[in-house]
């Protein structure tokens, strides 16, 4: 079964910067697939975040975290980043890390994703 683990999320002050990481354990499926950052308030549905495809030719974000994160990976340690800097209070959340069927494209939507991690918990006070 593909692992996938995220890592980095902690309690934050507004303002303060952050690198989440994530890991897969099947380096030829992470090679070939696009990768995402969702995110997901308590009663709040999850939304994604950032997104780049396999070559890293092409990255996506959502509106609101545009110009303060930033997606990268290294698929020689199939390890996906994102750089969160100048953390804000809507934030906070847990962010999964996901891997979708397509390559070249960058999907959107939840279902076009099908490896998931547990998530790692980013809280941002002050």
């Known amino acids: 079964q593909v692992q996938v683990l995220e890592s980095g999320g902690g309690l934050v002050q507004a303002g303060d910067s952050l690198r989440l990481s994530c890991t897969i354990s099947?380096?030829?499926?992470?090679?070939?697939?696009?990768m995402s950052w969702f995110r997901q308030a308590p009663g709040k549905t999850r939304e994604f975040v950032a997104g780049?495809?396999?070559?890293?030719?092409?990255?996506a974000y959502a509106y609101s975290v545009q110009d303060r994160f930033t997606v990268s990976r290294d698929n020689d340690k199939a390890t996906l980043y994102l750089q969160m800097n100048n953390l804000r209070l809507e934030d906070t959340a847990r962010y999964f890390c996901?891997?979708?069927?397509?390559?070249?494209?960058?999907?959107?939507?939840?279902?076009?994703?099908?490896?998931w991690g547990q998530g790692t918990q980013v809280t941002v006070w002050g």
């Open positions: 780049v495809n396999y070559r890293a030719t092409d990255t």
């Open positions: 996901a891997a979708s069927r397509s390559p070249l494209l960058i999907p959107k939507t939840e279902a076009s994703y099908h490896h």
């Open positions: 099947d380096e030829r499926v992470f090679r070939s697939c696009a």
